[in-house]
């Protein structure tokens, strides 16, 4: 089966960079499947798993918005952060969503209430990698 070269890059690091067969992400217009000798296209990532298809295994990885860039060469994936199933703490990551639920339901201005479902959306995405891997 035929590869190309997937990075997920964050302002840190390089967070992965291997490669793959596919990668599902989910977009601005909903799921996006990229294979090898997709046209080159640039789109706006919503906070969700992204899905690695490689050698017949899977990975997933909880990318925190950001853009996915399809080039002749490569996938780019340019992250406000992401995070590989092994660096998440899954205590803190319930305790973030418990929070956020909780900002959501105070009744505060329309800034902070934008902040709160960011945050619970970060929170749930990261619980959903995390768990993803058990099954």
């Known amino acids: 089966m035929s590869t190309f070269l997937l990075e997920i890059v964050t302002p840190e690091r390089k967070v992965y960079a291997e490669d793959v067969n596919m990668v599902i992400v989910k977009g601005q217009e909903g ?3 990229i294979l090898p000798n997709h046209i080159p296209l640039v789109t706006p990532l919503r906070i969700a798993p992204i899905i690695i298809k490689k050698n017949k295994s899977e990975e997933v990885i909880a990318v925190n918005g950001g853009f996915l860039e399809v080039r ?15 660096d998440i703490d899954e205590s803190r990551a319930a305790e973030a969503k418990r929070r956020a639920e909780e ?23 990261r619980l959903e990698v995390k768990h993803r891997i058990h099954h």
């Open 31 to 33: 799921e996006l499947g």
């Open 72 to 86: 002749k060469d490569k996938v780019v994936i340019l992250a406000e952060s992401a995070e590989l199933p092994v």
């Open 103 to 125: 900002r959501l339901g105070s009744k505060r201005d329309e800034y902070d209430h934008r902040r709160a479902e960011l945050a619970l959306q970060r929170a749930m995405n």
